[in-house]
């Protein structure tokens, strides 16, 4: 049988490395070690892998995740050989951690060290419009897998103010404080609106990856209606 198809570009990645970008669009990790993974991102394995509901682990985080309206599902991946993630085609991108940490949108999480700690941050609203929205931290030593709709950009935030649409913020640096603002005035609003209501705002040493598209609103634990975690319970969180 012969095939373009069969072509060494296909083909699964000889390598000893535990996180491969097996494709623009895919995924591999080598376990040992166990792996979390967004529920629903598994597309192939081999070997002797189970696959298990991964709690939220205290009591804030529960609260955090019921508040949040957020949850981002979690898996347990565990056992020997290697399994194969994507979501969305969506291309993938690999975050080395070194003690450090990471903010990430919950849509474009794929997988990531289960040595990792992960908590919900809460982005405060800079507008009475809106509750605010969150995000999942990520930090110590190890791998994070991302996905991205399109090839991102890397904007850097210390040199201006960087404004970027709630559903196009892939990830940023931790340490940023990013505002929820509202960038839409009330003769706009009255003559049917921009489309272009709310932004994340940063500024300050660090970065933010922004995707060439945004998540459907409607369909998105990111959108504002969704998400907005206002009010006494949501500022327990801030």
């Given at each position: 049988?012969?095939?373009?198809?069969?072509?060494?570009?296909?083909?699964?990645?000889?390598?000893?490395?535990?996180f491969?970008?097996?494709?623009?669009?895919?995924?591999?990790?080598?376990l040992?070690?166990?792996?979390?993974?967004?529920?629903?991102?598994m597309?192939?394995?081999?070997?002797?892998?189970?696959?298990?509901?991964?709690?939220?682990g205290?009591?804030?985080?529960?609260?955090k995740?019921?508040?949040?309206?957020?949850?981002?599902?979690?898996?347990?991946?565990?056992g020997?050989?290697?399994?194969?993630?994507?979501?969305?085609?969506g291309?993938?991108?690999?975050?080395q951690?070194?003690?450090?940490?990471?903010?990430?949108?919950?849509?474009?999480?794929?997988?990531?060290?289960?040595?990792l700690?992960?908590?919900?941050?809460r982005?405060?609203?800079?507008?009475?419009?809106?509750g605010?929205?969150?995000?999942?931290?990520?930090?110590?030593?190890?791998?994070?897998?991302?996905?991205?709709?399109?090839?991102?950009?890397?904007?850097?935030?210390?040199?201006?103010?960087?404004?970027?649409?709630?559903?196009?913020?892939v990830?940023?640096?931790?340490?940023?404080?990013?505002?929820?603002?509202n960038?839409?005035?009330?003769?706009?609003?009255?003559?049917?609106?921009s489309?272009?209501a709310f932004?994340?705002?940063?500024?300050?040493?660090?970065?933010?990856?922004?995707?060439?598209?945004?998540?459907?609103?409607?369909a998105s634990?990111?959108?504002?209606?969704?998400?907005?975690?206002?009010?006494?319970?949501?500022?327990?969180?801030?």
């Amino acid at each position: 049988m012969q095939s373009e198809l069969f072509g060494q570009a296909n083909l699964e990645k000889q390598t000893n490395e535990r996180f491969v970008v097996q494709n623009p669009q895919m995924l591999r990790v080598s376990l040992g070690d166990d792996v979390l993974a967004v529920k629903g991102a598994m597309v192939a394995y081999q070997g002797a892998v189970t696959f298990n509901h991964e709690s939220a682990g205290s009591m804030g985080r529960l609260l955090k995740k019921a508040v949040s309206g957020d949850d981002v599902p979690l898996m347990r991946v565990s056992g020997q050989g290697e399994v194969f993630f994507a979501d969305t085609a969506g291309y993938v991108f690999l975050v080395q951690l070194t003690g450090d940490a990471l903010s990430v949108s919950g849509r474009n999480l794929l997988a990531f060290d289960s040595s990792l700690k992960w908590d919900i941050k809460r982005v405060k609203a800079g507008s009475m419009m809106a509750g605010g929205l969150f995000n999942m931290e990520l930090s110590g030593t190890g791998t994070v897998a991302l996905h991205a709709v399109g090839q991102p950009v890397v904007l850097d935030c210390a040199q201006q103010p960087t404004h970027v649409d709630v559903n196009a913020a892939v990830a940023w640096s931790s340490h940023l404080q990013p505002q929820l603002v509202n960038s839409m005035n009330v003769r706009s609003m009255l003559r049917g609106g921009s489309g272009e209501a709310f932004q994340y705002r940063y500024h300050g040493q660090g970065f933010v990856v922004v995707q060439p598209s945004e998540w459907d609103s409607g369909a998105s634990g990111s959108s504002v209606g969704s998400s907005g975690g206002g009010g006494i319970i949501g500022d327990l969180f801030s």
